[in-house]
């Protein structure tokens, strides 16, 4: 069966930096887009990056922009995300997922149109 697991999440302070990854597993992943969701308390999901197979093409959310980069490795099948200068306001448990589903429809997709989802990694920055 198909898994993400991910890893990476956990404290740090204001201005502080994490590395979240997740490594599928369970199918060939050949032209699959993957990325990141997070979600905070009282918050709507939000699509934080994602990033297409070949790496030509790459997304992330504008309050993230400048801050966060995505990267992949596809013979680990595993996809990163590189967080620095790290806000309060990006304590969130964050998803990792994928699916063939072009780039572009990613930041107003459905959660019903993303096939594969992560267990979901705590991130939490303190003030």
């Known amino acids: 069966q198909v898994q993400l697991v991910e890893s990476g999440g956990g404290l740090v302070q204001a201005g502080g930096s994490l590395r979240l990854s997740c490594a599928a597993s369970?199918?060939?992943?050949?032209?699959?887009?993957m990325g990141w969701f997070r979600q905070a308390p009282g918050k709507e999901r939000e699509f934080v990056g994602g990033?297409?197979?070949?790496?030509?093409?790459?997304y992330n959310a504008d309050s993230v922009k400048g801050r966060f980069t995505i990267s992949r490795d596809n013979a680990k099948n595993t996809v990163y995300l590189q967080m620095n200068s790290l806000k309060p306001e990006d304590t969130a448990v964050y998803y990792c997922a994928v699916d063939q589903l072009p780039l572009r429809l990613w930041p107003t997709a459905k959660n019903n149109r993303i096939r594969y989802w992560g267990q979901g990694t705590q991130v939490t920055v303190s003030s």
């Open positions: 369970g199918r060939t992943f050949s032209g699959y887009v």
């Open positions: 990033i297409t197979w070949s790496g030509d093409s790459v």
